[in-house]
């Protein structure tokens, strides 16, 4: 395939649906409630923080960019209880408000799992390598604008508006260079490692080798004794 007519893959808002499907999915799965987003995308010429907490990660590699997502104080703890409720946690257990440094805590636990499935998918989809920096997640009263530290030749930055079961909002913003990703090899994207199966090829690999060298030492024992005559 010539590099001239290879199509192109992926743009940037191909990116960033990979990224919100990884927030849908993501939080979904650890808060076992539904998680939707918007249709329709934003065109932004600037990212910021904004009440009631927002949370921001730096992207490197390949390419560069910043990823926020703003939440709103029902929408925090909607998602923070929901996600503790889920791993069996009692209910007075529980901070009562979005002020305390648990649902930050917490907050900032789930947004590294959404950008690690990210990350991980840039890698299976894109045959590319991205690295994240640790979550940053901070409580804030007024709005705060953020840019991206690195050499972008032509940023873009985009807004997608969240809803969650109780139609609390949030809102995830992303800047990036403009990116497109040209096939010009054919390959299929690697499928996602099942942990079950893995942890399951775990549990049985250690066990065949015992019964593999069981059998073998029968083996050359009866051979020793046949020797002898036994």
Do not use: W
């Not at 390949?62 to 209880?81: C, K, P, Q, T, V």
């Amino acid at each position: 395939m010539s590099p001239h007519n290879a199509p192109i893959i992926h743009r940037t808002e191909d990116v960033l649906v990979s990224l919100c499907n990884s927030v849908s999915r993501v939080l979904q799965v650890a808060t076992q409630c539904p998680i939707q987003y918007s249709g329709m995308v934003q065109r932004i010429t600037k990212t910021s923080l904004k009440p009631d907490i927002g949370c921001f990660v730096l992207i490197d590699g390949s390419f560069s960019g910043l990823i926020i997502i703003n939440f709103s104080a029902d929408a925090a703890m909607e998602l923070y209880r929901s996600y503790l409720l889920s791993m069996g946690m009692a209910e007075s257990d529980l901070a009562s408000s979005y002020t305390s440094d648990e649902v930050s805590n917490v907050m900032g636990e789930l947004m590294n799992q959404v950008v690690g499935d990210f990350t991980s998918k840039v890698q299976r989809e894109m045959q590319t390598h991205i690295t994240q920096s640790q979550p940053k997640m901070i409580r804030l009263n007024k709005q705060v604008n953020l840019s991206v530290d690195a050499n972008l030749d032509a940023p873009e930055a985009r807004r997608v508006t969240f809803y969650t079961g109780n139609n609390n909002i949030f809102y995830l913003e992303m800047a990036v260079d403009h990116t497109e990703f040209i096939k010009i090899v054919d390959f299929e994207p690697q499928e996602k490692p099942d942990p079950d199966a893995l942890m399951a090829q775990a549990q049985h690999a250690p066990a065949a080798a015992p019964a593999a060298a069981v059998a073998t030492q029968a083996d050359e024992t009866d051979d020793l004794l046949k020797s002898l005559g036994l």
